[in-house]
Nanobody, 119 residues
């Protein structure tokens, strides 16, 4: 089984920064995409940023220019640097890794880390 653990969440003032990290344990044969998603209370989970195995990135419009995703396929880690945080960024942030494991597709999620931005 692949287990993803997020860290780095917390309480920060508007305009501040946080770095979220995710580390995967267990065997992953190959990684296709790593990403971060978030879900605020009463709202649907939404994509924040993704990065492919080749390094191509994609960001939600709300994250562009403020957030930066990075990953290390060999170390099975993915991080999200969040700058200029806004109260509307408050949510539980989830790490996601998609790839191959034991000859089957892999789609693994972490338990989430809380990010709270005060105004």
């Amino acid at each position: 089984q692949v287990q993803l653990v997020e860290s780095g969440g917390g309480l920060v003032q508007a305009g501040g920064s946080l770095r979220l990290s995710c580390a995967a344990s267990g065997r992953i044969f190959s990684i296709n995409v790593m990403g971060w998603y978030r879900q605020a209370p009463g709202k649907q989970r939404e994509l924040v940023a993704t990065i492919t195995s080749s390094g191509a990135t994609n960001y939600a419009d709300s994250a562009k220019g403020r957030f930066t995703i990075s990953g290390d396929n060999a170390k099975k880690t993915v991080s999200l640097q969040m700058n200029s945080l806004k109260p509307e960024d408050t949510a539980v942030y989830y790490c996601n890794i998609q790839g191959r494991q034991w000859g089957r597709p892999l789609d693994s999620w972490g338990q989430g880390t809380q990010v709270t931005v005060s105004s």
